[in-house]
T-cell receptor
């Protein structure tokens, strides 16, 4: 079993719709959770982090964490074509700040 | 701050040659990570350092790979001899651990080095 699992996609949504990206993790002791966006040919850049159960909102982005079910999700409201990228979920289990990355979900937002 | 700096940005070499990738972390960060990314295997952690000391090198694929961090502002990843299967994008990332879950343990990535071994 992989540490962090993501659906590879592609996930296609029309412009203006809500995109929902999901991630599950295996270690119940995991402490903090990150969403990175990676455009083709670029490096991963942080979108959001979350470490408490519940929702965390930042502009059009909402991260949701459910530690009991061991999943974390990212919602993108009013999706734009510029949101088209691969989204990487990362989990910090607390062991020396080592991150465990999922394989990423490719999102396509169609105009 | 200029962010994480990597050089070179692109490297094309022939099989058997030595390749050295360089990284300058964000000032004040005490963790440095080397990753490799390919379409087939995704983002793989190769090795990481804390306060210039290697903590976990279990991701280094074989003895041809070595990494050093002689001081807090510089690290190298060396491949000797290089092989075509080493072709990938190599990322360096750095972070600062505050002592508990927080935004400060975010890893910040450099622009990467695209390595092509012919």
């Amino acid at each position: 079993q992989k540490e962090v699992e993501q659906n590879s996609g592609p996930l296609s949504v029309p412009e203006g719709a809500i995109a929902s990206l999901n991630c599950t993790y295996s270690d119940r002791g995991s402490q903090s959770f990150f969403w990175y966006r990676q455009y083709s040919g670029k490096s991963p850049e942080l979108i959001m982090f979350i470490y408490s159960n519940g929702d965390k909102e930042d502009g059009r982005f909402t991260a949701q964490l459910n530690k009991a079910s061991q999943y974390v999700s990212l919602l993108i409201r009013d999706s734009q074509p510029s949101d088209s990228a691969t989204y990487l979920c990362a989990v910090n289990r607390g062991d020396f700040n080592k991150f465990y990355f999922g394989s990423g979900t490719k999102l396509n937002v169609k105009p | 701050d200029a962010g994480v700096i990597q050089s070179p940005r692109h490297e094309v070499t022939e099989m058997g040659q030595e390749v050295t990738l360089r990284c300058k972390p964000i000032s004040g960060h005490d963790y440095l990570f080397w990753y490799r990314q390919t379409m087939m295997r995704g983002l793989e952690l190769l090795i990481y350092f804390n306060n210039n000391v290697p903590i976990d090198d279990s991701g280094m694929p074989e003895d041809r790979f070595s990494a050093k961090m002689p001081n807090a502002s510089f690290s190298t990843l060396k491949i000797q001899p290089s092989e075509p299967r080493d072709s990938a994008v190599y990322f360096c990332a750095s972070s600062f651990l505050a002592g508990g879950p927080s935004s400060t343990d975010t890893q910040y990535f450099g622009p990467g080095t695209r390595l092509t071994v012919l």
